[in-house]
């Protein structure tokens, strides 16, 4: 079992929807990375957590520490918000993770149509 | 923000020669790069983390005499695949270290040896 696990796994959505992508992790964390590749393959850190809610335009993320999940949601979706978006975990050291390395959920492939 | 400048893009070698991918941080001083490949459809895998004056640390499975990384200054780290062959076809990509929680990635390099 992957120890950081996204649902789902892909999403179609019309432009305007409101979008919803879920993270899930079974270690103790420090911190929580939500990430977006685009189809080039770069890589954009879109918010860092260790509590509550952020919020960035249309983006908002979410982490319940207790329950080991967190969200990332897009209002008025977007086709430029077609990417894949990737939740990351930084273990905390008791947990056996070692300083800077991230745990990588597999994607959430997002496409948006006009 | 802290950039980190990954190049090339993309790059086609022949089976047998060396490849060298460079990532620079523009603004900032990166103490610790970390390395990871991506297959198509997976998630980034870790393959080394390397701290800037000293030998790179690898990722179990990865071979060090393969995969080179110098990390010899605070702004410049590269990764070099040495005598490539068709299953080092890959993305790479580097990420910076900004501080204990927060990381800037490289816009990754599409490596296909043929």
């Known amino acids: 079992k992957n120890e950081v696990e996204q649902s789902p796994q892909n999403l179609t959505a019309q432009e305007g929807e409101f979008i919803t992508i879920n993270c899930s992790y079974s270690v103790g964390i420090s911190a929580l990375h939500w990430l977006q590749q685009h189809p080039g393959g770069g890589i954009v850190s879109l918010f860092m957590?260790?509590?509550g809610k952020k919020k960035h335009g249309r983006l908002i993320a979410t982490i319940n520490i207790q329950e080991k999940h967190s969200s990332l949601h897009i209002t008025a979706s977007h086709p430029r918000d077609s990417a894949v978006y990737i939740c990351?975990?930084?273990?905390?050291?008791?947990?056996?993770?070692?300083?800077?390395?991230?745990?990588f959920g597999k994607g959430t492939k997002l496409s948006v149509k006009p | 923000g802290a950039v980190v400048s990954q190049h090339p893009s993309w790059v086609i070698c022949k089976s047998g020669t060396s490849v060298k991918i460079e990532c620079r941080s523009l603004d900032f001083q990166a103490t610790t790069m970390f390395w990871y490949r991506q297959f198509p459809k997976q998630s980034l895998m870790l393959m080394a983390t390397s701290n800037e004056g000293s030998k790179a640390t690898y990722e179990q499975g990865v071979e060090k005499d393969k995969f080179l990384i110098n990390h010899a200054s605070l702004t410049l780290s590269t990764l070099t695949v040495t005598s490539a062959h068709p299953e080092d076809s890959s993305f790479y990509i580097c990420?910076?270290?900004?501080?204990?929680?927060?990381?800037?990635f490289g816009s990754g390099t599409r490596l296909t040896v043929v």
């Open positions: 990351a975990v930084l273990p905390i050291m008791n947990y056996g993770g070692s300083q800077g390395n991230l745990i």
């Open positions: 957590l260790s509590s």
């Open positions: 990420s910076a270290s900004l501080d204990y929680y927060g990381y800037t």
